[in-house]
């Protein structure tokens, strides 16, 4: 079966900086359902598009098309007593960057100092291009239900235990530009 519109794309990856230093490397395969349902970078779509089990490639996605350039005003310095205790680097919040725009975005503490803690509310790989080396597994058609829910039910995907308004309990890369 050919990749295309409304298929269930499950792809081994790994993925590395343009200097191909290791980044991550899947331990699970990626499922996704196949057809700009905002499920996996556009790029990737495009690059298996058409494709077979089987098919190996290896892509580099720029910023732009991945997760934008690194924007220095999603950086902010807030007085530690704002925040929670214990307060670890790497630790993530919700909130909304002053003059930016107003969808919450998650800010990450990169630096505790004193009284201070610096939130940085970009992507961690804001700014990098990546290279993708992707090998297609398996191609199977979706099912109505994931196609009416816009993303893969069941091994490696998301399947609702609840009602359908659970909306949001499920991860979707999606580019922050």
Known sequence: MKIAKDTVVTVNY???????????????????LHGGYENTLPKIEEELDGKEKGYSSTIQ???EDAFGDYDPALVKVEDRKRLPEPLEVGMQFEGVAE????EPTIFTVTDIADDKVVLDGNHPLAGMAL??????VDVRAASDEEIAHGHVHGEHGHHHEMDDSDEGDHFRSQPLN
Do not use: C
């Open 14 to 32: 790994k993925l590395s900086d343009a200097q191909n230093n290791l980044i991550e490397e899947g331990s699970q395969p990626m499922v996704y």
């Open 99 to 102: 003059g930016v725009d107003e």
């Open 61 to 63: 996605v720029e910023p």
């Open 131 to 136: 290279r993708f080396d992707l090998s297609v």
